[in-house]
């Protein structure tokens, strides 16, 4: 469920760290959570010819298929440009679209 956060523009490293900090006191009172462990964040984003490098600070394969979906379609939300390469713990998780 798409839950807006602060205002103004947001980059590609803020999104993995709020998804990795969990939801506010707010939404968890609205039963909202994340699938994102908080050792995902740092991470950094970078702008490729398909899409968006993400490279997390945990291990990619451990993600649960929930996990990937919440960052990838976050990050699509506030980019729009095609997929998202997921990397971290020597794996990665190529050209991940948002379903």
């Known amino acids: 469920m798409p839950v807006g956060r602060p205002e103004g523009s947001l980059s590609g490293f803020d999104v993995v760290a709020l998804l990795a900090q969990g939801p506010t006191n707010a939404e968890q009172a609205r039963s909202l959570s994340t699938e994102v462990p908080f050792d995902a964040?740092?991470?950094?984003?970078?702008?490729?010819a398909?899409?968006?490098d993400?490279?997390?600070?945990?291990?990619v394969s451990q993600l649960s298929g929930a996990a990937v979906q919440q960052i990838v379609c976050t990050l699509l939300a506030v980019q729009p440009v095609?997929?998202?390469?997921?990397r971290g713990g020597g794996?990665?998780?190529?050209?991940?679209?948002?379903?």
């Open 50 to 52: 398909n899409g968006l």
């Open 91 to 99: 794996r990665s998780l190529e050209l991940q679209k948002c379903a």
């Open 54 to 59: 993400v490279n997390l600070s945990s291990d």
């Open 41 to 48: 964040a740092p991470a950094t984003v970078d702008r490729v």
């Open 82 to 86: 095609g997929t998202v390469n997921l």
